[in-house]
């Protein structure tokens, strides 16, 4: 049996994820309390029954007074030998407050005393102990519900219950860190194609900036220092039984550099580690 925990924020795309999950053969129950998870497990676990061998749960704010149980909870569910996650998501306020405004619907925490900002930071206070023990974050603040939902089919649907799910991404240091990234590896640092005039306008995986780089020694080293690296600790990541693991690679506008370099650590690690995704945060 494979239980995948969805939690996170109201407005950062639960239902979505959701929806995608039962869409992939997932027996899926949103908002269930957590109290009735445990006897939920023990009822099914028994049967041996097709149907939950694949089990998706939508766990939110609106259990507020069972939010507590809920990281003991997944460590019993783990001790007894199922294979359960947690997946978090996430957005900005700014972004949950423009969702609410466009969609017009109500937020679960809003009432006579709490407005929308205030239900917004109110439940991110309420969710913190569970986003840190989450085994994938998923920021969806310049997500679109397309990506987010290829997000979850490859990462979490897609992913075999003793596999490492791996995924490099590149972003701009302009636009922020990416909030999911485990390790997070800054080429700032290499030759910048953007003030090349007849480069600038392309991306890391056009051919003339891949000439570009492939020209300059230090970007090779830079490569394979991250790989070397990577390489080196991924192993312990797997025994450490690890679900996911996120690698951020970033420069200034998440264009050029990054992703060149990300696609070639994928590359060279893909034969070794697979499966490896990549995912440029910048590019359209």
Known sequence: MRLIIVSGLSGSGKSVALNVLEDLGYYCIDNIPVSLVQSFVREILPRKDPVYEYVALGLDARNVPDLAELPPLIRDVRKSGIACELVFLRAEDDVLLSRFSETRRKHPLTGEKLG???AIAAERA???PIIDMAD????TSQTTVYDLRDQVRDRVGGRDTDSLSILIESFGYKHGLPAEADFVFDVRCLPNPYWEP???HLCGKDQPIKDFFEATPDVEKMIDDITGFLDRWIPYYQNFQRPYLTIAI???G???RSVYIADRVAEKLNGKH???Q??????S
């Not at 990549?278 to 590019?283: F, I, P, Q, V």
């Open 278 to 283: 990549t995912r440029h945060h910048e590019l």
């Open 136 to 139: 994938l974050i998923i920021d």
């Open 254 to 256: 998440g264009q050029h």
């Open 198 to 200: 007849t480069l600038r």
């Open 250 to 252: 970033g420069c200034t």
């Open 116 to 118: 929308l900002v205030e």
């Open 274 to 276: 697979a499966p490896i």
């Open 126 to 128: 309420l969710l913190s």
